[in-house]
């Protein structure tokens, strides 16, 4: 494993690689935009990258190059890229720590979206709102807002939109500390994004994932998830992301009580977000240093860093930072040995608690809510897969019946041929008995023939006989015997 120290330096040394690269494929993308001879849907596309890139990194920047795409997107009246501008925007608005505003900006990308009939943009907005929704501890209707997106993601087969929705689900289980339910909803994510070769969606699994055998206390384990995540982080421009790793990586330090190894990544982590304005986790950051200072005595560092923590939460109105910093700096103090300092935000860090005991009891019903919704969703799945399951029986069962049929008829398709063949078979031995006696026969007949002939012969020549023997005695007579008409002369002399 490499030392805190090393892994440091290497992580400069990618970001610096990283922001070369990203520098390069940005003023492509500026080129494309600048020349007025191209195609529009094309200068669009090339400003909605642009603009995208800088999302995570610099929303600032992110924010003013979307407005130009918004303005040359409604010149060109192209509703997809207009919604896809104010996307960005509200994105951006939400890194800032400005929820209103991105809240503003992600509501009228839905209705954009609607009167299109862009469902898919449709989905990524209802994502984005309840992201807005949770983060404003508003968790009802964060959950409707996912669970409408992803119902019109599953309809469209939209992948890496369930799998996003099932990260804002894991999340959500998360804030409620139901960690196995919130590993399953992970790890059906990371499934969707790793076959997608999805990098951000794979660095956001692996960091869930850290946090969950962070909460079981694994270290190991959790160590070896939030590397991932960081890792994959450095492929992406998701800074935030990189940043929230990094400090991770500090926490499991100062977990394993190695507080200079802590403390590096602690520092990285919040020049990263510095850089990249990102209030809430400045403030962040500027806790966890504070803790760290405390956790080793040093009262007076602590002060410093809450003090500040305190005053980012109380600019962007975050009550968790707020009842967080106040509680860093109650103990602070008194490792200071300032007692009325430690006892005025000991009192502020508990009014902050008891405001946010509503929310608190909201989340708890809304936890008992989501359970309830998503037992009743796995019992229609466990239904459907029982239906299909037995369909499929059903169809194997019949399919085997149509097998053994076919067997049957087969079998008794055989049999019948047999017995025709037998039958064929016979029935040619019998002709050919039956011609050889008809030959016999024949050939009887035919020397009967023959021998009748012979004696018909025998016949018609002593019948030539005996007519030649009539013949010549009829010759005798008639010349023996007077004539006829020497008879009929005489009978006339007498009548005379």
Same mark, same amino acid.
């Given at each position: 494993m490499l030392r805190p120290v090393y892994l440091f330096l290497f992580l400069l040394l990618f970001l610096a690689s990283g922001s070369l690269h990203a520098k390069l494929n940005r003023d492509s993308l500026w080129t494309v935009y600048s020349d007025s001879h191209d195609l529009d849907t094309n200068r669009l596309k090339a400003m909605h990258a642009l603009s995208w890139s800088f999302v995570f990194s610099d929303p600032d920047s992110s924010i003013v190059l979307a407005r130009m795409q918004l303005e040359f997107a409604r010149s060109k009246d192209q509703p997809k890229y207009i919604s896809g501008a104010m996307n960005t925007i509200g994105v951006a608005f939400m890194n800032l720590g400005k929820l209103d505003s991105s809240l503003a900006y992600h509501q009228n990308a839905y209705d954009i979206r609607i009167k299109s009939g862009d469902r898919r943009g449709c989905a990524v907005s209802l994502n984005n709102l309840g992201t807005v929704m949770y983060q404003r501890g508003d968790y009802l209707r964060a959950i409707d807002y996912y669970q409408r997106s992803l119902t019109i993601k599953e309809e469209l087969k939209d992948m890496s939109g369930v799998a996003a929705a099932f990260s804002n689900l894991s999340l959500i289980y998360q804030d409620q500390k139901n960690w196995p339910k919130a590993k399953i909803y992970v790890e059906r994510a990371l499934a969707i994004r790793d076959s997608l070769h999805d990098d951000r969606g794979v660095a956001d699994a692996y960091s869930s994932l850290g946090a969950y055998y962070m909460s079981t206390h694994d270290l190991d384990q959790s160590l070896k998830y939030i590397k991932l995540s960081v890792e994959y982080y450095l492929k992406t421009t998701d800074v935030k992301g990189l940043a929230n790793g990094i400090s991770n990586l500090g926490l499991i330090f100062q977990k394993r009580h190695q507080p200079d190894s802590a403390r590096v990544y602690y520092l990285r982590a919040a020049a990263i977000r510095e850089k990249a304005k990102d209030k809430e986790g400045q403030a962040s950051s500027d806790i966890a240093l504070g803790l760290l200072s405390n956790e080793t005595g040093n009262g007076e560092e602590g002060v410093r860093s809450c003090l500040k923590a305190l005053e980012i939460a109380d600019d962007i109105g975050f009550p968790d930072l707020q009842r967080d910093a106040?509680?860093?700096?109650? /103990?602070?103090?008194?490792?200071?040995?300032?007692?009325?300092?430690?006892?005025?935000?000991?009192?502020? &860090? /508990?009014?902050?608690?008891?405001? =946010?005991?509503?929310?608190?009891?909201?989340?708890?019903?809304? *936890?008992?809510? =989501?359970?309830?919704?998503?037992?009743?969703?796995?019992?229609?799945? *466990?239904?459907?897969?029982?239906?299909? @399951?037995?369909?499929?029986? *059903?169809?194997? %069962?019949?399919?085997?019946?149509?097998?053994?049929?076919?067997?049957?008829?087969?079998?008794?398709?055989?049999?019948?041929?047999?017995?025709? &063949?037998?039958? =064929?078979?016979?029935? *040619?031995?019998?002709?050919?008995?039956?011609? #050889? =006696?008809? #030959?016999?026969? @024949?050939?009887?007949? /035919?020397?009967?023939?023959? #021998?009748?002939?012979?004696? %018909?012969?025998?016949?018609?020549?002593?019948?030539?006989?005996?007519?030649?023997?009539?013949?010549y005695a009829k010759r005798l007579q008639d010349a023996q015997l007077p004539t006829e008409k020497y008879i009929h002369n005489k009978l006339e002399q007498l009548k005379d």
């Open positions: 106040c509680d860093c700096l109650a /103990t602070a103090y008194e490792l200071a040995h300032q007692p009325d300092q430690a006892l005025k935000y000991m009192k502020r &860090a /508990t009014l902050l608690k008891d405001s =946010l005991n509503d929310i608190e009891k909201m989340k708890a019903l809304t *936890s008992m809510d =989501l359970q309830y919704d998503f037992q009743k969703k796995e019992l229609r799945d *466990s239904v459907a897969a029982a239906r299909q @399951n037995a369909l499929k029986e *059903s169809e194997h %069962k019949a399919e085997i019946d149509r097998q053994r049929t076919y067997l049957w008829i087969g079998g008794a398709g055989l049999v019948l041929m047999i017995i025709i &063949a037998v039958s =064929l078979f016979r029935g *040619s031995r019998q002709k050919q008995r039956n011609n #050889e =006696l008809l #030959e016999n026969k @024949n050939r009887i007949i /035919t020397e009967q023939m023959a #021998e009748l002939g012979h004696q %018909k012969e025998l016949i018609e020549e002593k019948q030539e006989q005996i007519l030649d023997s009539i013949h």
